[in-house]
């Protein structure tokens, strides 16, 4: 995890490395790089990674006053600028990306006509829930089932949802504003005392309506809120927003913001972990460094290592640490001490591909204002800080449709389709015994569910202009992430795997029809939609497959499921209370333990598995 080194402020003055008490300040405090003021005998619990799920726990976690707490981040706080909460600046925010996300590159993806792609993961204190475009939704009830099916006991829809509820204060929209744009909300399904702030569009561009009726008329029914475990049909988007001032509600704002305040509470940032101490195979605490010449600091957790890098780094801490796959650690001069092949494998994303056109007959009143009046969007601009009103607002995605396979394939197709789930991509057909495992499993359980119709397998979200995302949401592909060498600053290998199980390219094929015939609807075809990709000139099935292949992204910055819970001896990595497999003290929180990704934007699904993991590591620690 590559970084550059920020010195902080000492917010208070601190015992020296060697003098520190177990508690060391009046106030959480930001400890600097020279790190003069950790507790000398450590902390009850050490975190890596003050992303979303780092910050969720520890705060939970600190709550009661108890129990000692360090997180340690590699980025830093962001500036809270503009770029980060106005949710109207997420669409081109291109400056945002470069300051707080990984400079990290995939590699080359032979389906994709080995092109290489980026692998988007935040790189501040608040992680993905800084930089992500604010959809703030859920999956089916059948998404969270199957991680329960794959025997992770206690992780199905209905025992998430009081974590979903827990993590979220929801905010209904206005009466007015309700009725007249179709808003509803299952009062069941929401949370109305949790920290991150959740609600519904402020504002709505006239052609959106355009869309949700074009859906109904091509037989999607309308969902009045796909929170509640029903997320299948075409409904309105909630947003990670606080309604308040209409600015991002975020893991600083909701997790750190309430810790700080708190004795017992340190976040460290600006420093790399290299790995994880273990002493008989019992994680006792974390090394840690400034930068690559820098010596390295060791400091000890008493109860438990909490491991929060994210999917794309938390295999990257634990190859580095020992734990993993014994044919790669020994390929790069790293010993094995835990010989766990699941590590890194099992990546899952959202392939998309982005519909783009114009309409030739739009709404006076509509997206591309903002990009092409410079007065307008000026206008906007000076509204949105006036009032917390107008497209200023809204973030990306404004609505979706989420379908079943049995509406995206014609009904023949289907059954052949179904049939092929249990051929193995290549990246589980070579792995190692327990990986091909788990994969048969997950296979023959999503195969059986889609057959339920328990499932949807695609995405297709828009705002108001001539375009839209479709996005496969059940990918048969898996990719994997390893190392490339025993450093820490080295980037981690990033293979997306995309498209190597022939079902995802027939499915992603049929969508683009779905998609293309949604344009042809009344409620569309009124605005003369005129679409340059993808082709229009692509009509077969051979062409449509080429046209995928060229404008296919491997990722909707969804990365998950790199350090799957589960059985050992299916490939997981981690048990259904989150703690690594052959190894004590040491859990990981973040969103690589879902074992399949779930059909939806993932920020509130990884907060609803921290604040699990926060319930877990209390009930096991005495604390409930």
């Not at 998404?143 to 329960?148: C, F, K, N, R, V």
């Not at 930068?291 to 890098?309: D, F, G, W």
């Not at 392939?351 to 997206?367: C, E, I, M, Q, V």
């Not at 060498?485 to 080295?490: E, H, I, L, Q, T």
């Amino acid at each position: 995890m590559p970084i550059s080194t920020r010195v902080l402020l000492l917010l208070s003055a601190l015992s020296s490395l060697g003098h520190a008490s177990p508690i060391v300040a009046q106030t959480a405090q930001l400890v600097g790089r020279d790190v003069p003021a950790l507790n000398s005998d450590g902390y009850d619990y050490v975190i890596i990674g003050g992303g979303t799920s780092g910050l969720t726990v520890a705060n939970r976690l600190t709550e009661d006053g108890t129990k000692t707490v360090l997180v340690i981040e590699s980025g830093k706080l962001d500036d809270q600028e503009p770029g980060v909460l106005v949710p109207g600046y997420v669409v081109n925010n291109d400056d945002l990306g470069s300051k707080y996300v990984y400079n990290l590159s995939s590699t080359p993806q032979q389906h994709l006509g080995n092109r290489t792609y980026g692998v988007y993961a935040g790189h501040v204190v608040g992680g993905g829930s800084a930089v992500n475009g604010l959809v703030f939704d859920r999956g089916t009830a059948g998404d969270y089932d199957l991680w329960e099916a794959l025997g992770n006991r206690g992780w199905g829809w209905h025992d998430l949802l009081p974590f979903f509820k827990k993590s979220e204060t929801f905010t209904p929209q206005k009466q007015e504003l309700a009725e007249q744009y179709g808003f509803a909300y299952d009062v069941h399904a929401h949370g109305f005392d949790g920290p991150v702030q959740s609600s519904m569009p402020g504002y709505v561009w006239p052609g959106t309506l355009d869309f949700f009726e074009a859906w109904q008329q091509m037989g999607v029914d309308y969902t009045p809120d796909g929170t509640n475990g029903s997320a299948r049909g075409v409904f309105w988007f909630q947003a990670s927003v606080d309604p308040r001032k209409y600015t991002r509600s975020y893991a600083r704002t909701a997790h750190y913001d309430a810790a700080k305040k708190r004795a017992n509470f340190h976040l460290l940032t600006g420093q790399t972990v290299t790995k994880i101490v273990l002493q008989n195979k019992k994680a006792t605490g974390v090394m840690f460094v400034a930068n690559a010449t820098a010596a390295a600091t060791h400091v000890r957790a008493r109860r438990e290592v909490i491991l929060a890098a994210g999917a794309v780094h938390s295999p990257q801490v634990l190859q580095l640490s020992g734990i993993g796959a014994n044919a790669l650690l020994s390929s790069i001069g790293v010993k094995t001490l835990v010989d766990l092949p699941g590590v890194g494998e099992n990546l899952q994303d959202h392939p998309s591909l982005y519909f783009r056109g114009s309409f030739t007959n739009d709404h006076a009143l509509n997206p591309t204002n903002l990009t092409t009046n410079a007065t307008f969007a000026a206008e906007q601009l000076a509204r949105y800080y006036a009032s917390a009103s107008g497209p200023y607002t809204l973030a990306r995605g404004a609505g979706g449709a989420f379908l079943p396979l049995s509406q995206i394939l014609p009904a023949a197709a289907l059954p052949g389709l179904l049939a092929s789930f249990t051929t193995p991509p290549p990246a589980a057909a070579a792995a190692a015994a327990a990986v091909r495992a788990g994969y048969q499993r997950q296979a023959h359980l999503l195969r059986a569910f889609h057959a339920a119709n328990r499932l949807t397998a695609s995405e297709s979200s828009f705002v108001a202009d001539c375009g839209l995302a479709q996005s496969l949401q059940k990918p048969l592909s898996r990719g994997r992430i390893t190392l490339a060498s025993a450093s820490p600053f080295a980037a981690p290998v990033v293979d997306y795997g995309v498209l190597s199980h022939p079902a995802d390219l027939a499915v992603l094929v049929a969508l683009t029809r779905v998609n293309r015939a949604l344009f042809t609807q009344p409620a569309l075809a009124k605005l003369g939609p005129k679409l340059t990709l993808p082709d229009p000139e692509a009509v077969t099935d051979r062409q449509l497959e080429e046209v995928v292949r060229e404008n296919l992204q491997p990722s909707m910055a969804h990365p998950c499921c790199t350090t799957p819970m589960g059985r050992r001896g299916e490939g997981a990595v981690v048990d259904g209370r989150l703690r690594v497999h052959g190894v004590r003290g040491l859990r990981v929180v973040d969103a690589g333990v879902m074992p399949l990704v779930p059909a939806t934007h993932l920020s509130a699904s990884v907060y609803a598995v921290a604040e699990k993991a926060a319930h877990m590591i209390m009930e096991d620690a005495g604390g409930y």
